[in-house]
């Protein structure tokens, strides 16, 4: 038996901090998104007790450091499945960028092995499994647009952003997550307004979504990596209607109304940068299934 399952990457339309836990973990408010950027992950039936990964792609882990692979181990372990699988993952989503790529994979993984291992299990004993694997999974295991609170694995839905272009570009650089926010200095923070994002989405006016994009993290990435400034520049110049680094960086996107714009700023960071991607927002949860 055969699955094939779509992981779609997610942007962070606004990213706030706001302080550091006991745990190590910063308390976060975001509001997340899927977009149409996937890897396809197909899982099949082994009849050998295994968890095998393969992988084209030379930056993605084929042993117990992949995410799916973890995923995997997870449900195997707490359910005590004896049967095997061979996880095949196509990457598109690019690798250490601030998509959550490795998290969409784990959360694909999970959602996968529920059918194929028909193990009857809830989306939301799905989401808080994956939050055991890391913060960003519970929100892909739903996908869709939500508000994430805690360390990110508490999740609310929202309604489905205004409809625009989402144009992606990522300079030939990686970034560590621990590393930007072990950088993060508290005081002094300019924190976005996540409520009035929550309400512009909800009412689904765009100019005031573009009014309210922030990242508190973009600051300390940008001080590392200027190159990630000049894409962002580059994007303000060809005329997108917002422009902010996504997670932990250090992809830039940019959100843009009119097809000529999106055509120009994806044209302009092309040749320039690493990936350029122009994509749609997947919307509502419903949509990822596939
Ligand atoms: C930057 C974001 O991608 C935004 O969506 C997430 O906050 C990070 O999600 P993630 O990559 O799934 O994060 P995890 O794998 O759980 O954690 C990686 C590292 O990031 C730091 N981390 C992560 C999440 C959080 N709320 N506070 C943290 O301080 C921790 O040092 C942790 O060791
Ligand atoms: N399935 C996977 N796909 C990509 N990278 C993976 C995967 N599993 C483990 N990794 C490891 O995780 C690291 C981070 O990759 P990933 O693409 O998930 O980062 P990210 O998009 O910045 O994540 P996030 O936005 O959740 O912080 C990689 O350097 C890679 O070694």
């Known amino acids: 038996m055969k699955l094939l399952i779509k992981a779609p990457a997610k942007i962070n339309l606004s990213l706030d901090v706001l302080h550091k836990r006991p745990d190590g973990y910063h308390e976060v408010e975001m509001v997340m998104t899927t977009i149409d950027l996937a890897d396809r992950i197909e899982m099949s039936l082994l009849d050998k007790d295994t968890i095998k990964i393969n992988s084209q792609n030379r930056f993605v882990p084929d042993d117990q450091r992949n995410l799916a692979y973890q995923a995997a181990r997870l449900l195997k372990e707490r359910f005590n499945v004896k049967k095997g699988v061979s996880i095949t993952i196509e990457k598109t989503i690019p690798v250490a960028a601030g998509l959550a790529g490795g998290s969409s994979d784990a959360a694909a993984t999970l959602r996968g092995l529920n059918k194929l291992w028909q193990l009857g299990l809830s989306i939301d004993e799905l989401a808080t499994l994956g939050s055991e694997i890391g913060s960003d999974v519970s929100f892909c295991v739903y996908g869709g647009t939500a508000l994430a609170t805690g360390r990110g694995e508490v ?3 929202l309604p489905a952003p ?3 272009w989402v144009v992606l570009a990522k300079p030939f650089i990686g970034v560590s997550t621990a590393e930007i926010y072990r950088r993060l200095q508290i005081d002094g923070i300019h924190h976005p307004n996540t409520k009035e994002m929550v309400r512009a989405i909800e009412e689904k006016d765009f100019k005031r979504v573009c009014n309210h994009v922030g990242n508190v993290l973009e600051e300390v990435t940008l001080d590392l990596h200027p190159e990630v400034a000049q894409i962002k520049d580059q994007m303000k110049r060809f005329g997108a209607d917002a422009v902010l ?3 932990s960086g ?3 996107f940019s959100l843009v109304e009119h097809d000529s714009r999106m055509h120009r700023i994806y044209n302009g960071l092309r040749g320039f940068c690493d990936q350029v991607f122009a994509v749609r927002m997947l919307g509502e949860r ?5």
């Open 155 to 157: 999740i609310q839905q």
């Open 162 to 164: 205004p409809t625009c």
């Open 245 to 247: 680094m996504s997670g």
């Open 250 to 252: 250090p992809t830039v």
């Open 286 to 290: 419903h949509t990822i299934e596939g």
